[in-house]
């Protein structure tokens, strides 16, 4: 048997062991709050479901064998006293599993079966393999075995409420087995073995070395998360499925396994310099769906893209981040395209999120700002706030950049006196003298509050002037925990340690702010923002969101966008590190 690989090792009940291009994992989590005591394969497709339970059996007493699982980007093992077992993708939808002196079992993760729910399990006579159908996925998976023997089907052809699966192990004591499991829709050509399982594990080891490599290149030992933030973006890579309308990153191979109209982007400048074209691919994936009035979709994902609510208009910012991130230009006919969404998303706010006569846009609920349940909302949720103004702004610069960058010097100067019409707007509307406020459609009534979205204004960098810069950064300074940018302080009253938006620390705001912060000069403050979110990932790895008191990971485990933030700030301070100071 070989070792398992070098590369970065985790917990399967932190990360999920996948591949990239897939659109399932093997994990014990099931769902929110819902993890089993074994492994399961867990596909993404119409859903998070789990369709196979994988059972490591003591082949001398029958039972199920206790066993230390170990992962790596490449391999899976279960771990025993008298053997193991082996789990290696040999392609998106196949893995290969081998074993030597223990056996698997492998079930359907539900035992009822109705005519609309559950997973039926048939042999195939034309190939002799073993076939389970999931109602919930709407796909088969297929086991073939390739070597040792099967020990046990039950089950098969059975309605209704069963124990179905089956059991493989060697012909003989201390030989080995071995099978092929593929996620396939109605029909594949029966299973042809191609290469060894060594071979299959080596190339799958090399493709995530490459993608490292081409990801994070600067990465050393002052970077030590940088690899298995990689391997978190590359494992939850799915191929174009369903909905989904090109290679897209999910926020993670979890329950959370949706691309939002706002994660995407932290996502898309992650992986720019190393591989641009799924970069822009993720970019551009919300805006394959946008709707007549130019909205952007709040999610998409296999089988389902809701509109229900949208995400901040934070685009215009990344995409003038990303093109100075992607490798090579983007051509005249890509520009185009880009502008045109863009224009058409930045329309939405203007002509659909300003009452007649105003200047600045609203919100209609804090799900549209993206931080869903934050104390700025409490008053009030249809509102006026400082962040959507200054993304808007952000936004229509960009795009008066792009206009002339096209030759289509109108169109940039009317961005220029809108960007400018709602900058001096904002300032005259929501800028006390001392503080941002958020203003109630309906009541007209400002209010200020605790959260640390009301000073996401920093955003607007060297455009604030520098008496509104200085005092947003002192009270960003104040919602600096040892572990990073809490959403609300601590000190205050709403601050709940799992409370969503109402304390925990988040990737987007921290990289949204590090970014303006430093834009506006206030660099020492953004050096520290980013070294304590480094550190907080390198010890509690990639979860949704932090405590901000104690560094916990919150939520779910394997979030992508936190990922990405590490790997945007841990590049940014690497070459800073290298080179003169600055940005």
């Known amino acids: 048997m070989t070792a398992v690989r070098s590369g970065p090792a985790f917990s399967l009940h932190d990360v999920p062991f996948s591949t ?19 492994l399961h394969l867990v596909s993404h497709q119409n859903g998070m479901h789990a369709v196979l339970r994988l059972v490591p059996l003591d082949t001398e007493t029958g039972g199920r064998a206790d066993c230390r699982v170990v992962s790596t980007p490449s391999l899976l093992r279960w771990e025993h006293a008298r053997g193991s077992i082996d789990c290696a993708y040999e392609a998106p939808e196949t893995i290969r599993i081998r074993g030597r002196g223990i056996g698997l079992r492998i079930s359907a993760a ?50 209704g409420t069963a124990d179905r699966g089956l059991a493989v192990s060697a012909h003989a004591p201390g030989g080995t087995w071995e099978i092929a499991v593929d996620e396939l829709d109605s029909a594949r050509r029966p299973y042809l073995l191609s290469a060894a399982f060594d071979d299959v594990e080596e190339r799958a080891r090399q493709a995530f070395a490459a993608f490292v490599d081409a990801i994070a290149p600067w990465r050393s030992a002052e970077t030590p998360a940088a690899e298995l933030a990689a391997y978190v973006l590359w494992s939850a890579t799915v191929g174009s499925a369903g909905l989904v309308t090109r290679p897209a990153v999910l926020m993670s191979k979890h329950w959370m396994d949706k691309v939002w109209s706002w994660d995407h982007c932290f996502n898309a400048l992650a ?4 591989s641009p074209e799924l970069a822009w691919s993720q970019f551009a994936l919300p805006f394959d769906h946008q709707d007549e009035s130019g909205a952007l979709p709040d999610s998409v994902t296999h089988s389902e893209v809701l509109y229900n609510f949208v995400k901040p208009p934070i685009h215009g910012w990344t995409l003038s981040h990303l093109r100075r991130r992607l490798p090579k230009p983007l051509d005249l006919a890509e520009l185009g395209v ?95 003298g001392e503080r941002f406020v958020a203003r109630g459609v309906d009541s007209g009534a400002t209010w200020s509050s605790s959260s640390l979205l009301d000073l996401m ?16 950064a002192d009270r960003i300074e ?20 799992d409370g969503y938006w109402r304390g925990p620390i988040w990737a987007p705001a921290t990289v949204l702010i590090e970014d303006g912060l ?66």
């Open 20 to 38: 990239h291009g897939s659109w399932f994992g093997i994990s014990p989590v099931l769902g929110e709050n819902k993890r089993a005591d074994d």
């Open 110 to 159: 539900a035992a009822a079966l109705t005519p609309f729910t559950g997973t039926y399990l048939y042999r195939d006579p034309v190939d002799g393999a073993y076939v389970f159908t999931s109602y919930e996925t709407g796909r088969r998976y297929r086991v073939t075995p390739l070597s040792g023997t099967v020990t046990e089907a039950s089950g098969t052809q059975t309605l």
């Open 271 to 274: 992986l720019a310099p190393g």
């Open 338 to 432: 880009a502008y045109d969404r863009v224009s058409r998303w930045t329309d939405f706010w203007l002509a659909r999120r300003r009452v007649p006569g105003a200047l600045l846009p609203h919100y209609q609920h804090g799900n549209d700002s993206g931080w869903d349940n934050a104390t700025t909302f409490d008053p009030e949720r249809v509102v006026v706030t400082a962040d959507l103004a200054v993304f808007l702004i952000l936004q229509l610069r960009e795009l008066a950049a792009l206009a002339t960058e096209l030759g289509r010097h109108d169109d940039a100067r009317g961005w220029t006196r809108t960007a400018e019409e709602t900058r001096v707007a904002l300032l005259d509307e929501l800028w006390t």
């Open 457 to 472: 204004p920093i955003a607007l960098g060297e455009h604030l002037p520098e008496d509104v810069a200085k005092s947003l």
């Open 478 to 497: 104040a919602h600096l925990t040892p572990h990073g940018l809490a959403t609300e302080l601590p000190t205050s009253s709403h601050y709940r340690p």
């Open 518 to 583: 430093r834009r506006s000069g206030h660099r020492r403050l953004a050096d520290e923002i980013s070294v304590r979110f480094r550190r907080l990932c390198e010890t509690h790895g990639f979860a949704e969101n932090f405590d901000a008191l104690t560094g916990a990971g919150l939520r779910d485990r394997a979030y992508t966008w936190t990922a990405a933030g590490y790997l945007l700030l841990a590049e940014a301070h690497a070459l800073r590190a290298s080179g003169p100071s600055g940005r």
